[in-house]
Each structure stands twice: as C-alpha cells, then as structure tokens.
C-alpha cells in the first residue's frame, strides 16, 4: 500500500515523499500489514473556505480523508491534491512546516492518528 508523508529536511524546508507499506496474505480477509502502535484519534470537520498558511505539524500524524479535498504545499512549491480515501503522514513538526486547503468548496472530514517518533513505517 502507498501513501503521501510531509516531512521536513536538516534546513527545516518540507517534502512531499512516497511510503510503501508491505502487506502480507492474511488469507479469506485480505492482506495485512503488520501492527504498527498509534497514539490518539482526533475526527475534524474543516470548512470549505479553509485555507492554512505556513504551519508545521502539531505532532506526528496520519491523516485519513474521509470526505472532500484539499491540497497541500511544500517549501518547494510544490502541491498535491488529496480527496477522500487518501492517507498522508505528516512529519513535518518542525521548520517552515506546509500550506493545506480546501479544494471545491467542500467542507472536509478526516481523522488524525497520532503516531510515535519511534514508530518506522
């Protein structure tokens, strides 16, 4: 399975990047990965005219997208767009952090998971 992360580099400018997480047969129900430990979870509804200037993280975190779309922007400038069923980590705690908003006028909903520093995906 492959998802997004945002995280930032040794000058505190931020990435996108591509993680792989390996899944195994876990038989009649599918594959699985294996367990990863998580911390807490948030649900959000963001407006549709969210618009968030540069901001780091508040923690380590993945973001599910359940509804609505949104996109993102690095130090680079460069931008992704993310809709629902789209997973990102975001490590980017420190530094000059990303921009996100709201795409289409839509209103958002995701849930955060908060994730350990020493959990490697």
């Not at 367990?35 to 911390?39: L, M, S, T």
């Given at each position: 399975m492959r998802f997004t992360r945002i995280f930032n580099d040794d000058q505190?400018?931020?990435?996108?990047g591509d993680l792989n997480i390996a899944v195994r047969d876990g038989g009649p129900i599918g594959f699985l990965s294996e367990?990863?430990?998580?911390?807490e979870?948030?649900?959000?509804?963001?407006?549709?005219?969210?618009?968030f200037k540069w901001h780091p993280a508040p923690q380590r975190q993945?973001?599910?997208i359940i509804k609505g779309s949104c996109e993102f922007m690095v130090s680079s400038g460069e931008t992704r767009q993310f809709s629902g069923g789209d997973v990102l980590l975001l490590e980017d705690t420190q530094?000059?952090?990303h921009c996100s908003k709201a795409l289409n006028n839509e209103i958002r909903h995701s849930i955060f998971v908060t994730v350990?520093?020493?959990v490697v995906f």
């Open positions: 505190g400018k931020s990435h996108f367990r990863f430990p998580v911390g979870m948030i649900f959000r509804e963001t407006p549709s005219d969210y618009d993945l973001l599910f530094g000059e952090g350990p520093e020493d």
